[in-house]
């Protein structure tokens, strides 16, 4: 039986996914590749390195020798492109510049990569949604925890990723505001990497053992230095954003920890591993919950500089 391997360099470590010829071709979930993770560090857009078989003549841009051979013969990064020996691949530094030409819709694309390859600060999936859901869904009953028509949801998610930030998503092509709600979430749930990431989640945990508030609170804005800049600041947005729903929950139901409920699975992500048929999320309810209640306490009281973190 033959093997493939492909190299996924995430925040500074190399994840290393086996493929027999005869499985399928889907990646395995992030989720699931990540092997002992080390301390986290400064945060750097790392490249993606996949197995290819290159056509014509190809050469390795770190130490400039020929790629030999007729299959395999390197890896390609799948955000910038960069060309390289599977060998070399592993001392190449975290400079990964993503091209927009390699990018194929937004759903499903790692935060960071979209964001530098659209110089932006936030996704504009996030952002539009939410300009929506303020404008007229406020004071909708059930805002966020009612599901919209799938068909609709799949019809907006085809429309961002064919025409980005022009998609119409006002009340004339879409009056239910549910399929906005839905197409938000499900955009969250693609992310290959949470908003509250893998290696950020159990900071938080433990964050949360704290029985005094103060203490509590103050470890939850530790934990958060270590989130990735774009994570950090579309959480941020998220969290002011449901605040903002939640002070309307006299008439739309939806209090903090309404909204804690339906989002902790959708911002933190699944269970590396369970025993559970269904995983015990009280903890990850509560810690959302206390996101959204002391939310200006939280995102004001973390000064830092993302460019220059080192803890």
């Not at 493939?4 to 979930?29: A, E, G, H, M």
């Not at 790629?67 to 390609?76: N, S």
């Not at 091209?99 to 932006?120: M, P, Q, S």
């Amino acid at each position: 039986m033959r093997f493939s391997v492909s190299y996924r360099f995430v925040w500074n470590y190399p994840l290393i996914v086996q493929k027999t010829s005869s499985s399928r071709t889907d990646d395995i979930p992030l989720h699931h590749q990540i092997l002992n993770p080390p301390v986290l560090g400064k945060f750097e857009k790392t490249h993606v390195f996949k197995v290819t078989t290159f056509k014509g003549l190809n050469w390795c841009e770190l130490c400039g020798n020929f790629l030999w051979g007729f299959t395999a013969q390197g890896v390609k990064c799948e955000d910038c492109g960069m060309i390289a020996h599977t060998r070399c691949s592993e001392k190449i530094p975290n400079d990964c510049v993503p091209d927009l030409k390699y990018l194929r819709g937004v759903f499903g694309i790692e935060l960071t990569t979209l964001l530098t390859v659209h110089n932006a600060e936030l996704p504009f999936v996030v952002t539009k949604c939410v300009d929506e859901v303020e404008a007229r869904g406020l004071h909708t009953e059930g805002i966020y925890r009612l599901s919209g028509f799938a068909e609709e949801i799949d019809a907006i998610k085809m429309a961002l990723d064919k025409d980005g930030e022009k998609a119409d998503l006002s009340m004339s092509k879409y009056a239910n505001i549910n399929v906005i709600t839905g197409a938000l979430k499900l955009y969250l749930r693609l992310l290959p990497i949470p908003l509250i990431t893998f290696l950020v989640h159990p900071l938080l945990i433990d964050a949360m053992q704290h029985k005094n508030l103060d203490l509590r609170i103050s470890s939850i804005i530790h934990a958060l230095k270590s989130l990735p800049k774009p994570h950090y600041e579309t959480l941020k947005y998220m969290i002011n954003h449901l605040q903002r729903v939640a002070s309307c929950s006299a008439i739309n139901k939806m209090n903090p920890h309404n909204l804690a409920t339906v989002f902790a699975p959708t911002l933190i992500g699944p269970p590396e591993s369970t025993d559970a048929l269904i995983p015990d999320l009280t903890t990850d309810i509560l810690l959302i919950e206390t996101l959204i209640e002391y939310c200006d306490r939280i995102f004001n009281d973390l000064r830092r500089n993302f460019n220059n973190m080192k803890e």
